[in-house]
């Protein structure tokens, strides 16, 4: 409609132009900060580096016709717990919580210094810390699903399952990546990366570490 026409443009003025002063005080009015900071948690304790944090995709962005706020919507999330070679592994696994983009976001430079968004971010960080991405869970989730598709696997080829198996036992992997990439990259596999990234995102909650940024 061309009142949600108009509902897009005041959102884009709002981000691009407004005051520091202006931005804060209406943020809340246009974007489902709560949703927004648990979904922004997600991202960064994934080190999801290919979608909002990296080049700005793999999201929708939805205007809800009755709260007339927006919401960000996730897809094609393929590269998650540090496996799109962004940066260099340290850096993934110990990637900032306060500034975990790369390069310039004039959006994300202005949410993350509102408190109200900052606050709620950070709760959601401490909460997945201490609960979905606790290795314990991750390795039983990572051993059951093995199981699942481990005929699929074999069927394919001898090298793959050999492959697979080094995943699940937490081992490096190799990726083949598409375009752009030289060729295949090693990473650490779910395993692996999930003790890493805890222990990080704990010492930069407790003011142990500043975390890394990637330029």
């Known amino acids: 409609s061309e009142e ?85 592994e340290e850096q993934r696994e110990g990637l900032s919580i306060r500034r975990p983009w790369s390069g310039e976001n004039r959006f994300l430079e202005r949410v993350y210094k509102s408190e109200g968004f900052y606050t709620a971010y950070l709760a ?15 390795d039983r989730q990572v051993k059951g699903l093995a199981e699942t598709i481990r005929p699929a696997i074999t069927d394919e080829s001898s090298e793959r399952l050999a492959e697979f198996e080094k995943a699940v036992a937490g081992e490096r992997v190799t990726l083949s990546m598409g375009p752009g990439f030289s060729g295949p990259v090693a990473v650490k596999s779910i395993r692996g990366f999930v003790k890493a990234r805890g222990a990080a995102v704990a010492d930069q909650l407790a003011g142990k570490s500043e975390g890394k940024t990637i330029s």
């Open 124 to 138: 959601a960080l401490r909460e997945f810390n201490g609960s979905l991405f606790q290795p314990d869970r991750i």
């Open 4 to 88: 949600q026409k108009a509902r897009v443009i005041e959102w884009s003025k709002l981000v691009a132009s407004s005051s520091d002063q202006d931005f804060a005080a209406k943020l809340g009015e246009y974007l489902e900060t709560e949703k927004f900071a648990r979904y922004m948690a997600m991202t960064v304790w994934l080190s999801d580096l290919d979608g909002s944090l990296g080049p700005g995709q793999k999201y929708y962005l939805y205007l809800h016709p009755n709260t007339r706020k927006f919401t960000f919507i996730p897809w094609d999330q393929d590269q998650p717990f540090g496996q799109f070679p962004r940066g260099t």
